[in-house]
């Protein structure tokens, strides 16, 4: 069935640091790609997506891209603010849209000035 | 405008009592679900409606009954709450034409004494 492997958190790092969370899904077929950030008190957000082979998804500064050889679609950033401290789910959709999202476990961030 | 909102947004109550979340999205989608997030914020889907229709029902008690009056609205109704329901309880929508893109509302977080 289809997964979703994340790196364990959580991750601490200092401001304007870069960032990468790693994350790898094994899935049938040709899912769609998505990072959730959810924020402290608050639901999921959508991060961005992407939705076929070589696609990048980008948004705040965050990218990622979908690496269909690797069976991965790690999150990047190159410099990190405080207010990015969250936690950053991957999840993959089957593109038929009757399988609903699979997430993998989340990864805390937390960013210090 | 919130897309997909969820009451109540706090809920503490008593072992054996029975409560309810409501959710409404107006985002046109025709597919509703429901996810609970524990403390280790493992995050796990419940249910899954197609036009007011169950589609996905996962390994849930049947303390837990989900209400579909329209496609617009699921809501979730929890008959004789045990401890171990205290979690985030998130409402969620997508369809087909906003790319399988699942929107989140911003969870219920239900606690029960």
């Known amino acids: 069935g289809n997964s979703v492997t994340q790196m364990e958190g959580p991750v601490t790092l200092s401001e304007e640091a870069f960032l990468t969370i790693n994350c790898t899904y094994t899935a049938t077929g040709y899912p769609s790609l998505f990072w959730y950030v959810q924020y402290p008190g608050e639901g999921l957000q959508l991060l961005l997506k992407?939705?076929?082979?070589?696609d990048k998804g980008s948004n705040k500064g965050f990218e990622a891209t979908y690496r269909k050889e690797t069976t991965s679609f790690h999150l990047e950033k190159g410099s990190v603010q405080v207010s990015d401290s969250a936690v950053y789910f991957c999840?993959?959709?089957?593109?038929?849209?009757?399988?609903?999202?699979?997430f993998g476990k989340g990864t805390r961030l937390s960013v210090i000035a | 405008d919130t897309a997909v909102s969820q009451t109540p947004k706090y809920l503490v109550t008593q072992m054996g009592n029975d409560k309810s979340i409501k959710c409404e999205q107006n985002?046109?989608?025709?597919?509703m679900y429901w996810y609970k997030q524990d403390s280790k914020k493992f995050l796990k889907i419940m249910f899954s409606y197609n036009n007011k229709e169950l589609i996905i029902n996962e390994t849930v008690p049947n303390r837990f009954s989900p209400k579909s009056p329209d496609k617009a609205h699921l809501n979730l109704h929890i008959n004789s709450l045990e401890l171990g329901d205290s979690a985030v309880y998130f409402c969620a929508s997508s369809s087909e034409e906003s790319g399988n893109t699942i929107y989140f509302g911003e969870g219920s977080w239900l606690t029960v004494v």
């Open positions: 992407a939705t076929k082979a070589d």
């Open positions: 999840a993959l959709s089957d593109q038929s849209g009757n399988t609903p999202l699979v």
């Open positions: 985002l046109g989608h025709d597919t």
